[in-house]
T-cell receptor, first 115, second 116 residues
Framework: AQSVSQHNHHVILSEAASLELGCNYSYGGTVNLFWYVQYPGQHLQLLLKYFSGDPLVKGIKGFEAEFIKSKFSFNLRKPSVQWSDTAEYFC?????????????FGKGTMLLVSP | KAGVTQTPRYLIKTRGQQVTLSCSPISGHRSVSWYQQTPGQGLQFLFEYFSETQRNKGNFPGRFSGRQFSNSRSEMNVSTLELGDSALYLC???????????????FGPGTRLLVL
């Protein structure tokens, strides 16, 4: 089945550690890729998105992601995490042949950053 | 611009009842999508509305329905509630001005539904 996979359900890091969250999708063809974040008690917010062009995209709060088409991956990275990055992170894919504004989400990765 | 708003924020119902949730998109946005978020299944697509028409539907039973009004506001309805319907229901809006799959969806805070 076509899906979006996030490799880690839970990640625990200390402040200043580097972060990489994996995301793989199984769709062929053209896709648009997103990372959303859900801070505790807050709504889902867009971190960054990839539509086309430079496969390395930068988002808010120092996050970046790299689209590797050959690996069907869109991993999220941050060089140095902060306690305030504690949140749940969702990778999402929108497929061109869907014709609609429909996102398929991964199951999410809960990131806990200890001070 | 004001963000996506959803009402009510919290709701408690009992099995067998029905419920209606409301969503107001960002001003000017014409596409509204609904998602169900649960700890076990994550975020799952329910349906999308554009210009008062359901444009796409996820894999949910017919108890889940929705509609969109001429001002782009949307409602979703769940009839004959089951315990498993307890979830956070998220509404998202997008401009609906261009190629649908290239648009970014902006999410509301959600309505947390508890079915007892």
């Amino acid at each position: 089945a076509q899906s979006v996979s996030q490799h880690n359900h839970h990640v625990i890091l200390s402040e200043a550690a580097s972060l990489e969250l994996g995301c793989n999708y199984s769709y062929g063809g053209t896709v648009n890729l997103f990372w959303y974040v859900q801070y505790p008690g807050q709504h889902l917010q867009l971190l960054l998105k990839y539509f086309s062009g430079d496969p390395l995209v930068k988002g808010i709060k120092g996050f970046e992601a790299e689209f590797i088409k050959s690996k069907f991956s869109f991993n999220l990275r941050k060089p140095s995490v902060q306690w305030s990055d504690t949140a749940e992170y969702f990778c999402a894919v929108n497929r061109m042949n869907s014709g609609y504004s429909t996102l398929t989400f991964g199951k999410g990765t809960m990131l806990l950053v200890s001070p | 611009k004001a963000g996506v708003t959803q009402t009510p924020r919290y709701l408690i119902k009992t099995r067998g009842q029905q419920v209606t949730l409301s969503c107001s998109p960002i001003s000017g946005h014409r596409s509204v999508s609904w998602y169900q978020q649960t700890p076990g299944q994550g975020l799952q697509f329910l349906f999308e509305y554009f210009s008062e028409t359901q444009r796409n539907k996820g894999n949910f039973p017919g108890r889940f329905s929705g509609r969109q009004f001429s001002n782009s506001r949307s409602e979703m309805n769940v009839s004959t509630l089951e315990l498993g319907d307890s979830a956070l229901y998220l509404c998202a809006s997008s401009p609906g001005q261009g190629v649908a799959f290239r648009e970014t969806q902006y999410f509301g805070p959600g309505t947390r539904l508890l079915v007892l």
